[in-house]
Protein backbone atom coordinates (compact mmCIF):
# COMPACT_ATOMS: atom_id res chain seq x y z
CA UNK A 1 0.00 0.00 0.00
CA UNK A 2 1.19 3.47 -0.81
CA UNK A 3 1.72 5.88 2.19
CA UNK A 4 2.34 9.41 2.30
CA UNK A 5 4.54 11.35 4.95
CA UNK A 6 4.75 15.45 5.95
CA UNK A 7 7.34 16.03 8.22
CA UNK A 8 5.91 19.09 9.62
CA UNK A 9 2.83 19.35 11.36
CA UNK A 10 2.61 23.06 12.17
CA UNK A 11 4.78 25.60 10.32
CA UNK A 12 4.83 29.31 11.91
CA UNK A 13 6.40 31.59 9.40
CA UNK A 14 6.64 36.16 9.09
CA UNK A 15 5.58 37.57 5.50
CA UNK A 16 8.39 37.51 2.86
CA UNK A 17 10.00 34.29 4.49
CA UNK A 18 10.31 31.11 1.93
CA UNK A 19 8.34 28.53 2.83
CA UNK A 20 9.44 24.38 1.98
CA UNK A 21 7.28 21.98 2.83
CA UNK A 22 8.44 18.16 2.84
CA UNK A 23 6.51 15.23 1.27
CA UNK A 24 7.85 11.54 1.05
CA UNK A 25 6.04 8.59 -0.73
CA UNK A 26 6.56 4.88 -0.20
CA UNK A 27 5.79 3.33 -3.63
CA UNK A 28 7.45 1.54 -6.04
CA UNK A 29 5.82 2.33 -9.28
CA UNK A 30 4.67 5.21 -11.78
CA UNK A 31 3.01 7.64 -9.41
CA UNK A 32 1.16 10.96 -9.66
CA UNK A 33 1.71 13.44 -7.60
CA UNK A 34 -0.46 16.37 -6.14
CA UNK A 35 -0.67 19.61 -3.30
CA UNK A 36 -3.96 20.26 -2.17
CA UNK A 37 -4.55 23.50 0.27
CA UNK A 38 -7.61 23.91 2.65
CA UNK A 39 -7.48 27.98 3.32
CA UNK A 40 -9.63 28.38 6.57
CA UNK A 41 -13.26 27.73 6.20
CA UNK A 42 -12.87 26.86 2.07
CA UNK A 43 -12.99 23.54 0.64
CA UNK A 44 -9.68 21.68 -0.99
CA UNK A 45 -8.58 22.84 -3.72
CA UNK A 46 -5.82 21.66 -6.00
CA UNK A 47 -2.62 23.94 -5.71
CA UNK A 48 -0.49 22.00 -8.27
CA UNK A 49 0.18 18.32 -9.54
CA UNK A 50 2.57 16.46 -11.34
CA UNK A 51 1.95 13.33 -14.21
CA UNK A 52 5.13 13.40 -15.95
CA UNK A 53 8.47 15.46 -18.12
CA UNK A 54 9.57 18.47 -16.25
CA UNK A 55 9.91 17.50 -12.12
CA UNK A 56 9.81 21.28 -11.06
CA UNK A 57 6.18 22.20 -11.49
CA UNK A 58 4.57 25.34 -10.75
CA UNK A 59 1.22 26.44 -9.37
CA UNK A 60 -1.11 28.45 -8.05
CA UNK A 61 -0.10 31.48 -6.14
CA UNK A 62 3.40 31.14 -6.82
CA UNK A 63 3.47 28.10 -5.30
CA UNK A 64 5.73 25.46 -7.00
CA UNK A 65 7.40 21.87 -6.02
CA UNK A 66 10.27 19.31 -7.21
CA UNK A 67 9.66 15.61 -7.81
CA UNK A 68 12.53 13.79 -7.03
CA UNK A 69 12.10 10.50 -7.93
CA UNK A 70 15.67 8.87 -6.36
CA UNK A 71 14.16 10.28 -2.99
CA UNK A 72 10.46 9.48 -3.30
CA UNK A 73 9.93 13.39 -2.57
CA UNK A 74 7.64 16.08 -3.66
CA UNK A 75 8.49 19.12 -1.89
CA UNK A 76 6.71 22.44 -1.59
CA UNK A 77 8.22 25.63 -2.06
CA UNK A 78 7.14 29.02 -2.34
CA UNK A 79 9.77 31.72 -2.16
CA UNK A 80 8.03 34.31 -0.27
CA UNK A 81 5.07 33.79 1.83
CA UNK A 82 1.98 36.08 2.36
CA UNK A 83 -0.52 36.23 5.02
CA UNK A 84 -3.05 35.03 3.04
CA UNK A 85 -1.09 31.83 2.46
CA UNK A 86 -2.03 30.78 5.76
CA UNK A 87 -3.46 27.16 5.58
CA UNK A 88 -3.42 23.59 5.58
CA UNK A 89 -1.20 21.67 3.24
CA UNK A 90 -1.61 18.44 1.66
CA UNK A 91 0.81 16.12 -0.10
CA UNK A 92 -1.50 13.65 -2.32
CA UNK A 93 -0.35 10.33 -4.25
CA UNK A 94 -1.81 8.28 -6.95
CA UNK A 95 -0.66 5.23 -7.99
CA UNK A 96 -0.57 5.64 -11.57
CA UNK A 97 -1.50 1.72 -12.45
CA UNK A 98 -4.49 2.42 -9.96
CA UNK A 99 -7.62 4.33 -10.42
CA UNK A 100 -7.08 7.93 -9.01
CA UNK A 101 -7.85 7.32 -5.54
CA UNK A 102 -5.30 9.46 -3.69
CA UNK A 103 -3.43 8.93 -0.47
CA UNK A 104 -2.75 11.47 1.56
CA UNK A 105 -0.45 12.45 3.70
CA UNK A 106 -1.77 13.99 7.27
CA UNK A 107 -1.31 17.73 6.56
CA UNK A 108 0.93 20.50 7.45
CA UNK A 109 -0.96 23.61 8.78
CA UNK A 110 1.35 26.93 8.01
CA UNK A 111 0.67 30.07 9.89
CA UNK A 112 2.32 33.11 8.36
CA UNK A 113 2.17 35.85 10.82
CA UNK A 114 1.63 39.60 9.38
CA UNK B 1 -22.41 23.54 -13.20
CA UNK B 2 -21.88 24.84 -9.72
CA UNK B 3 -18.93 23.08 -7.39
CA UNK B 4 -19.83 19.79 -5.43
CA UNK B 5 -21.74 20.30 -2.79
CA UNK B 6 -22.84 17.96 0.37
CA UNK B 7 -25.22 17.83 2.93
CA UNK B 8 -25.56 18.44 5.95
CA UNK B 9 -22.73 20.75 6.56
CA UNK B 10 -22.85 19.32 10.09
CA UNK B 11 -24.55 16.12 11.54
CA UNK B 12 -24.64 15.53 15.85
CA UNK B 13 -25.76 11.78 16.55
CA UNK B 14 -26.02 9.90 19.31
CA UNK B 15 -24.05 6.29 19.53
CA UNK B 16 -26.14 3.80 17.72
CA UNK B 17 -28.08 5.99 15.32
CA UNK B 18 -27.43 5.77 11.66
CA UNK B 19 -26.87 8.37 9.44
CA UNK B 20 -27.06 9.70 5.88
CA UNK B 21 -24.58 12.13 4.33
CA UNK B 22 -25.07 13.62 0.86
CA UNK B 23 -22.85 14.65 -1.86
CA UNK B 24 -23.86 16.27 -4.87
CA UNK B 25 -20.86 16.00 -7.44
CA UNK B 26 -20.26 18.59 -10.67
CA UNK B 27 -22.52 17.79 -13.73
CA UNK B 28 -21.18 15.19 -15.78
CA UNK B 29 -18.64 14.28 -13.97
CA UNK B 30 -18.96 9.98 -14.03
CA UNK B 31 -16.12 9.52 -10.86
CA UNK B 32 -16.97 10.43 -7.39
CA UNK B 33 -14.97 9.25 -4.43
CA UNK B 34 -15.76 9.96 -0.69
CA UNK B 35 -12.84 10.31 1.81
CA UNK B 36 -12.91 10.72 5.42
CA UNK B 37 -10.95 13.16 7.54
CA UNK B 38 -10.19 12.58 11.45
CA UNK B 39 -8.48 15.05 13.80
CA UNK B 40 -4.73 15.11 13.20
CA UNK B 41 -4.66 12.72 10.21
CA UNK B 42 -4.98 13.39 6.53
CA UNK B 43 -7.94 12.14 4.11
CA UNK B 44 -8.54 8.23 4.27
CA UNK B 45 -9.88 7.18 0.80
CA UNK B 46 -12.97 4.98 1.74
CA UNK B 47 -15.22 4.26 -1.39
CA UNK B 48 -14.97 5.36 -5.13
CA UNK B 49 -17.55 5.24 -7.85
CA UNK B 50 -16.90 5.20 -11.69
CA UNK B 51 -19.65 5.47 -14.09
CA UNK B 52 -22.08 2.32 -13.69
CA UNK B 53 -18.80 -0.14 -12.93
CA UNK B 54 -19.00 -1.99 -9.49
CA UNK B 55 -17.71 0.67 -6.70
CA UNK B 56 -14.46 0.55 -5.24
CA UNK B 57 -15.01 -0.07 -1.14
CA UNK B 58 -11.42 -1.33 -0.25
CA UNK B 59 -11.77 1.57 2.28
CA UNK B 60 -14.49 1.23 4.25
CA UNK B 61 -13.16 0.85 7.39
CA UNK B 62 -16.14 -1.63 8.75
CA UNK B 63 -19.40 -3.36 7.54
CA UNK B 64 -21.45 -0.12 9.15
CA UNK B 65 -20.52 1.90 5.52
CA UNK B 66 -22.54 1.65 3.02
CA UNK B 67 -22.71 3.98 0.04
CA UNK B 68 -24.43 4.16 -3.05
CA UNK B 69 -24.50 6.37 -6.28
CA UNK B 70 -27.91 7.06 -7.93
CA UNK B 71 -28.59 7.40 -11.64
CA UNK B 72 -23.88 7.92 -11.18
CA UNK B 73 -25.22 11.21 -9.95
CA UNK B 74 -25.98 11.94 -6.20
CA UNK B 75 -24.27 9.89 -3.83
CA UNK B 76 -25.11 8.55 -0.33
CA UNK B 77 -22.67 7.70 2.26
CA UNK B 78 -25.31 5.65 5.28
CA UNK B 79 -23.15 4.84 8.50
CA UNK B 80 -24.88 2.75 11.07
CA UNK B 81 -24.65 2.24 14.73
CA UNK B 82 -22.72 5.06 14.75
CA UNK B 83 -19.62 4.59 17.55
CA UNK B 84 -17.35 7.71 18.23
CA UNK B 85 -14.74 6.97 16.78
CA UNK B 86 -16.91 7.50 13.00
CA UNK B 87 -16.64 11.24 14.33
CA UNK B 88 -14.76 13.34 11.83
CA UNK B 89 -15.24 15.21 8.69
CA UNK B 90 -16.72 13.06 5.54
CA UNK B 91 -15.21 14.39 2.23
CA UNK B 92 -16.28 14.21 -1.34
CA UNK B 93 -15.07 14.54 -4.53
CA UNK B 94 -15.84 13.77 -7.93
CA UNK B 95 -13.74 13.88 -11.49
CA UNK B 96 -14.80 14.26 -15.11
CA UNK B 97 -14.06 11.64 -17.46
CA UNK B 98 -10.05 12.21 -19.00
CA UNK B 99 -9.42 14.56 -16.67
CA UNK B 100 -6.81 13.85 -13.72
CA UNK B 101 -8.47 16.63 -10.93
CA UNK B 102 -10.47 15.44 -8.07
CA UNK B 103 -12.96 18.29 -6.96
CA UNK B 104 -13.98 18.29 -3.34
CA UNK B 105 -17.06 19.42 -1.81
CA UNK B 106 -17.44 20.92 1.86
CA UNK B 107 -17.37 18.52 3.63
CA UNK B 108 -19.93 17.28 6.57
CA UNK B 109 -18.61 17.00 10.04
CA UNK B 110 -19.90 14.26 11.91
CA UNK B 111 -19.90 14.51 15.38
CA UNK B 112 -21.02 10.83 17.21
CA UNK B 113 -21.88 11.39 21.15
Known amino acids: AQSVSQHNHHVILSEAASLELGCNYS??????LFWYVQYPGQHLQLLLK??????LVKGIKGFEAEFIKSKFSFNLRKPSVQWSDTAEYFC????????????FGAGTTVTVRA | GAGVSQSPSNKVTEKGKDVELRCDPI?????LYWYRQSLGQGLEFLIY????????KSGLPSDRFSAERTGGSVSTLTIQRTQQEDSAVYLC???????????FGPGTRLTVL
Open chain 1, 92 to 103: AVNAYSNDYKLS
Open chain 1, 27 to 32: YGGTVN
Open chain 1, 50 to 55: YFSGDP
Open chain 2, 27 to 31: SGHTA
Open chain 2, 49 to 56: FQGNSAPD
Open chain 2, 93 to 103: ASQGRGTDTQY
